[in-house]
């Protein structure tokens, strides 16, 4: 929206007019003409788009036209639209054509995703299902390609690129390296060598990782402890925004009457938001016990414009009450100065108490505590304190879905497979506890086909209780987390994080090396660690492993890493892409032939 504020504000447009007649429309709705109006177009440039915007130049809706694609146009499209506005005696009125290069979505400032309305177009489940044709992946991969070429147009720099073998990362890379050269060679019409961007002859280009979500795939299904990762893993959070649904108050429907319908309530948490910038990494319990420091502090500072209000009231003409009624007028004229920035500290705390509230109800009723604790101990190979069949048979531990991730993540990270016997076991009981045994079908397939020797690497995790809470145990506190485990979380990294520090590093890892380097061979390469990096998952990614690399970059000094993923997805939506009668073996020879 700033950006189009921003586009209606140019020297280049009829600002004057665009702000005392400004209407935003969507594309498709029915909209009157304004013929007197410029219009302002920011659109997908897709076929069913450039037939509306025809169909806008036939009837003569506005005065101008000022047309910005959000990925770049191509020519035959581009001649569609000159032809019709050609035809429709329109072509001085349109003014102005841009590609905006802007076909990604930033939700945090070093995190990125590519797509969002249409992300089952991109999707684990698109790239891995069984009927996949060439024609179909192809499409799928160029759609990844220029998004991500979009995103290096925007950020300046053309980077050096690094990813595995094998696998549909590999099929993105060597084509976003074909783009990125293609672009290069024609040094007046790049989109690199503008004053303001980095170019082609930096020094210092970022290191761009590509990885395939079938590298790790337990992450995705692995319960968390922080707190942005909790909202999204069992609240609705999407695009920063939360909705919470509310009982329908205390007053029961009458009998027979239609049940009232649950409030819903929705919640931004951007980095305007102070807390939750400080907080959105931290383990539950932490961020529990800061939201009941922050409702304390407000109180005390409510009770005391209480005080001073209660004193402005005493009666008496002595000096020392007019002293003290002298002193606590200027403490009063100072607390209410400060009631703006009292009242947005209200805001947000009720807003994080709603939020952690939900999430606490979760917790409890599915003990998500001893599922991440359990988890955690499974990941780092350590012993559990119970056997992994009885929690699966507690009725009370958990929803069938949460059974299954638990087991997915024994099944992935154990060093040797469960015997058939065992298995059996294991499917029975899972079964009863009311599982859908296809995922576990899939992920049986995926580890034949990746034939791994040993599992992949989670570092020295776990995780280590502690004692009662400190302030969130108390009868005052708004969090009663009696029966939740306080664990507090060691530092590891996942395994996207450790190929990162292998290759910023510079240390020796298995990955092919796709470095831009011939487009100007006075550029040495790299001998020294990398300082800047970018991670791109494709197939999807999670907040586990963003918090993960967040994590790693603050106990590096000065290196900045930048997380990205073709869709955002938690355990939930993952577990329901997952293909019900893969062949994965297939896959294989497809990236191999592409």
């Known amino acids: 929206f700033y950006y189009i504020l921003s586009l209606c504000a140019s ?91 802007l076909n990604f979505i930033t939700l945090e400032d070093d995190m990125f995703i590519l797509c969002h309305q249409n992300k089952e177009l991109i999707s684990y489940h698109a790239i891995n299902r069984t009927d996949i044709q060439d024609t179909d992946m192809e499409a799928i991969m160029d759609t990844i390609v220029d998004s991500l070429f979009c995103f290096f147009v925007t950020l300046g720099a053309v980077p050096i690129i690094r990813c595995p073998r094998g696998n549909a990362a590999e099929v993105v890379a060597v084509k976003l390296d074909k783009k990125l050269r293609e672009n290069l060679r024609d040094a007046r019409n790049s989109l690199f060598t503008a004053d303001n961007t980095a170019g082609q002859f930096s020094f210092q280009r970022p290191l761009f990782v590509l990885v395939d979500r079938n590298l790790d795939m337990a992450t995705p299904l692995h319960h968390t402890w922080t707190y942005q990762a909790l909202v999204h893993d069992v609240l609705d959070f999407h695009l920063n925004r939360v909705a919470l649904e509310e009982g329908p108050g205390p007053d029961p429907s009458p009998s027979g009457a239609r049940p009232k319908r649950k409030n819903r309530k929705t919640y931004d948490l951007t980095a305007a938001d102070r807390f939750w ?237 796709k470095p831009l380097l011939s487009v100007c061979s006075s550029i040495p390469r790299n001998k020294n660690p990398f300082q800047e990096a970018i991670v791109f998952v494709v197939g999807g990614g999670n907040y586990v492993e963003y918090q993960n690399l967040v994590d790693y970059s603050k106990s590096k000094q000065g290196k900045k890493v930048v997380y990205g993923c073709s869709e955002l997805f938690n355990a939930s939506q993952f577990i329901k892409q997952v293909p019900t009668l893969a062949k994965i073996y297939t896959m294989g020879k497809k990236f191999r032939k592409m």
């Open 11 to 101: 020297d280049s447009l009829e600002s004057h007019v665009l702000f005392v007649r400004l209407v935003l429309s969507l594309l498709h709705s029915d909209r009157d003409p304004i013929p007197d109006v410029p219009a302002v177009y920011f659109v997908m440039p897709t076929e069913e788009n450039i037939d509306r915007i025809c169909q806008d130049l036939r009837n003569q809706l506005y005065e101008a036209y000022y047309l910005n694609f959000i990925s770049a146009i191509s020519r035959s499209k581009l001649e569609d639209i000159a032809s019709a506005a050609l035809a429709a005696t329109a072509v001085t009125q349109v003014n102005k054509v841009y590609d905006q290069y």
């Open 277 to 513: 910038q400080k907080h959105k990494g931290s383990p539950f319990p932490e961020v529990a016990e800061a939201v009941q420091e922050e409702l304390d502090t407000y109180r005390a500072q409510e009770d005391e414009v209480k005080r001073l209000k209660c004193i402005m009231g005493l009666e008496g003409e002595d000096d020392g009450a007019i002293s003290m009624l002298s002193d606590n007028t200027a403490k009063l004229t100072s607390a209410m100065s400060s009631l703006p920035e009292l009242l947005e500290k209200k805001r947000l705390i009720d807003l994080h108490t709603n939020v952690a509230t939900a999430v606490l109800d979760h917790i409890k009723s599915r003990k998500l505590d001893v599922y991440f604790e359990y988890e955690e101990k499974l990941m780092s190979k350590s012993t559990l304190d119970k056997s992994l069949l009885d929690i699966i048979s507690d009725p009370d531990a958990g929803t069938p879905e949460d059974k299954m991730r638990l087991f997915l993540i024994f099944f992935i990270t154990a060093l040797q497979p469960p015997t058939e016997s065992d298995l059996e076991q294991y499917s029975k009981a899972l079964t009863d506890a009311g599982c859908d045994l296809s995922p576990l079908n899939y992920v049986k397939q995926w580890k034949a086909f990746t034939k791994m020797a040993t599992p992949a690497n989670y570092g020295n995790s776990g995780v280590k209780p502690l004692g009662l809470f400190s302030r969130v145990m108390n009868s005052g506190s708004q969090f009663v987390m009696e029966g939740v485990k306080n664990l507090v979380l060691k530092q590891h990294n996942l395994p996207v994080t450790r190929i990162l520090d292998n290759l910023m590093e510079m240390k020796s890892h298995p990955v092919t090396v």
